[in-house]
């Protein structure tokens, strides 16, 4: 009795191992950028209504075992703050993902790689101070990208970092909110069914000791990056934003 995979070339199965190694050696190696990785890579053979609860999935695993949420640190005013509206972006998402055809899927997700990509090689820029008015459009926004492609732990931190100056309670609060939206995706991706998918659920079962891998990995990585001026991983990226607040440097 076979295992009941996804419908795809063996080529495409083989490359899979590939994209989730790279994608979990950089969640290891700087606290996040699984899906800015792999969905762009696994929407070339695959929907993107079965890439993102993929990684998602894989998410969920790696946010319980490599997270180390400390309850006691995270600013919990700026929780309460952003989570109404990353709901809000978490339904809006959802709704969009089910409903919106292959074509133009693929295409969003071409101009938010390529945003975000220039946003990164142009230089990450951290808002030197924000209201907390842009909790709604920037707690939706990360919600909204994080069904859609996965990758809402960037947006979330632009608020994040421009309204917590101390990188313990940041690194934190920011783990808490990623964590959380990874099991809030995670339930809203059961009750639509796009995790009731056998040949998804058991690909991801087979890439779970990739995935742990690759925090291996990316963690060794991390711990020889001790010169935060050599840390090729996060120089220009949001952890910048936050004085390394996601790699702890």
Known sequence: MSLPLPDVSWAVLAAVPIAVLAAYTMFGATGFGSSIIAVPLLAHAFLLTFAVPFMTALDGVATATASRVHWR????PELRTIFP???VGIALGATVLVNLPRAPALFALGVFVT???AWQWLGARRMAR???WWALPL???????????????PI???YLSARIRDKTPLRATSSLLVTAS??????VFVVTGLLLNAPLLVLALLMVPVMFAGLKLGKRLHHALSDPASCGWCRGC???MAQHSWCGR
Do not use: N, Q
Request: glycine fraction near 18%.
């Open 73 to 76: 640190d995270a600013s919990w």
């Open 238 to 240: 949001c952890c910048s």
């Open 139 to 153: 707690g939706v926004a990360g919600g909204l990208f994080s069904v859609l492609f996965g990758t809402g732990g």
């Open 182 to 187: 990874v099991w809030i995706r995670i339930a």
């Open 85 to 87: 509206a990353a709901l």
């Open 115 to 117: 945003a975000y990509g």
């Open 130 to 132: 924000a209201s907390r």
């Open 156 to 158: 979330y931190m632009v």
